[in-house]
């Protein structure tokens, strides 16, 4: 199912930067809608009259050599503004038979000051001073300006930082204005969009609700819906969304894997049933999954077993209804660009992520993804302009597997048990602390030792419980959270007094990379 964005936008043609995603946050940020282009797929686009300009991301890529990603020259004339960021500086300057060099020597990583040469629409009140900090990230340089083009700034390192081709409306810049340790990037944003592609600002995810949900009507018609509800906040908005298009229609599924968090999914299923009136079946299949799970330690096993019994179970109780025609998904736009490559290289593989993609192959259903478009950030304000209550709007991640993957070892129900009582002091308590909302995702998992203790007089011998706590922009990457040293003393505390079974708690500090946020 397609949900085209009929309004003007702005395009990103990917490279293969580590941030490019930002690029795009960056504009949409400015009430300018933005989608992320793929080389491969530009042949797609038939028409480009509600494109109003064109951003090229920076990439690992280098025009130095014989052969490299590049896009079809005609782009330069169909009179949109083009804006190039480091690797795509570079390819105009190569497309415009300028010159660039490698050079180990003059490379140029973090911050460098850049200084105005030139009056540009490009910078203009970007100089509040006459130099600025920007961020920097590359070895090739421009060493040679194309015919009819222009220097605006320059560093010490790169004489050609940003460059300019007036009558043109093309422009290339060396650093990164997407990454925030450049000072001021926003202006940069905002003069290309406004001042030289004078776009409009129109777009605001809130008022995107009226049009996805008359799509969703118009697709889906009088045919039936099932979703797969976690009571995730991406879900609860797929769900919020196709029922307010299609009502009765819509069948909500919640399988408990008996994995979950303390009450939560208990919860949840009473809020969607009785506050929301969703049509929602919840299936107990705790004692299944904990079958499956006996003596399973093998990280990639546990999310393999946990994901085909999920499809399984998901398969089974949607054949008990008639009529069903589509699937209706919580895919987000991460996932979209994700699962393509902006190079046509595969990234490796580090864990197998369970959700229920792959189902509609076997089923033969149609998929409706009405979110696809979105960063999850805006997800959260479409769940506001839908009614979702706060408690699921901003409620941090939960993976698929639940706390299979936080248990490290063999499940058994006692230490979900166990689990769940530690999480649920922990969350709470960031809760009180007002520290919830600082941070991206906490959690606690169950490490598979027992240490010795001492508790009154007696020895114990129990579990230790690891606290996670991180912040992050989209979970690719995540620092820990530095927490004041009197509220891990009072979490430690709080846990060892109100959980019999763990009695030594012990705090991750690092960050992703090298570590990663979950620990299976
Ligand atoms: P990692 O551990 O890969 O986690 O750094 C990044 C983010 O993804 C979540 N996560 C999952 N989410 N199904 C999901 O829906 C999964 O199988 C899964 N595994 C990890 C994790 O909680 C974090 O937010």
Redesign the pocket.
Known sequence: MQFQNLKEKIIIIDFGSQVTKLIARRVRDLGVFSEIIAIKDLKKIKNYNRIKGIILSGGPSTVTKKKFPSIPKEIFQKKIPILGICYGLQLITKLFNGSIKSTKIKREFGRADLFNKKNSLLTKNFFNRKNKSVWMSHQDAVTKLPKGFKLIASTKKSKFTIIEKIKDKIYGIQFHPEITHTENGKKIFENFLFLICKIKKKWQISTEKERLVSEIKKIVQKDKVICAL?G?VDSSVVALLVNKAIKKNLICIMVDTGLMRKNEFKQSYNIFKTRYKLNVKLINASKLYFKKLKNVVNPERK?KI??KLFIKIFERESKKFKGIRYLAQGTLYPDVIESRSATGSQSSK??????VGGLPKKMNLKLIEPLKEFFKDEVRILGKSLGLIESIRNK??????GLA?RILGKITPQKIKILQEADYIYINELINHGLYHKI??A?TALLPMKTVGVMGDSRTYEYTCLLRAVT?ED??S?DYFNFPKNFLDKISNKIINGVPGINRVVYDITS?PP??????
Do not use: C, D, V
């Open positions: 976690s995730g999310r946990i994901g580090i864990k197998s992520h369970h959700n941090h991640p939960f993976p698929g597997p993957i991206w995702q959690y992050s979970g690719m995540a992703k570590s990663t946020i979950e620990l299976e």
